[in-house]
Nanobody, 119 residues
Framework: QVQFVESGGGLVQPGGSLRLSCVAS????????IAWYRQEPGLQRKWVAR???????YYVDSVKGRFTISRDNPKNTVHLQMNSLKPDDTAVYYC?????????????WGQGTQVTVSS
């Protein structure tokens, strides 16, 4: 069974940084594209950063230059380094692997980690 455990969130002031971690079990993350998503209250979950199985990265425009996705293969873990945080980055953050057939997340969602950016 594929499981993800996200951690590293917290309360941070605007301009601050956080590093999120996603530990995967039941799947080898280096074999798949994997993405970080975020969800604000009342809104749909949206992807913000993606790392391909060939180490190509993709970011939504709103986080380009501020967020960095990376993978630690021996630890089967994916990170999201978030710098220059803004109040608009406040959300619950999740990770998931993407299907090679339809590009959609296909595993069960973890509990996520709350990121709150506020002064």
């Amino acid at each position: 069974q594929v499981q993800f455990v996200e951690s590293g969130g917290g309360l941070v002031q605007p301009g601050g940084s956080l590093r999120l971690s996603c530990v995967a079990s039941g799947i080898d993350v280096k074999l798949y594209d994997i993405a970080w998503y975020r969800q604000e209250p009342g809104l749909q979950r949206k992807w913000v950063a993606r790392l391909s199985s060939t180490d190509i990265t993709y970011y939504v425009d709103s986080v380009k230059g501020r967020f960095t996705i990376s993978r630690d293969n021996p630890k089967n873990t994916v990170h999201l380094q978030m710098n220059s945080l803004k109040p608009d980055d406040t959300a619950v953050y999740y990770c998931n692997v993407l299907s090679p057939f339809n590009d959609s997340p296909f595993a069960s969602w973890g509990q996520g980690t709350q990121v709150t950016v506020s002064s």
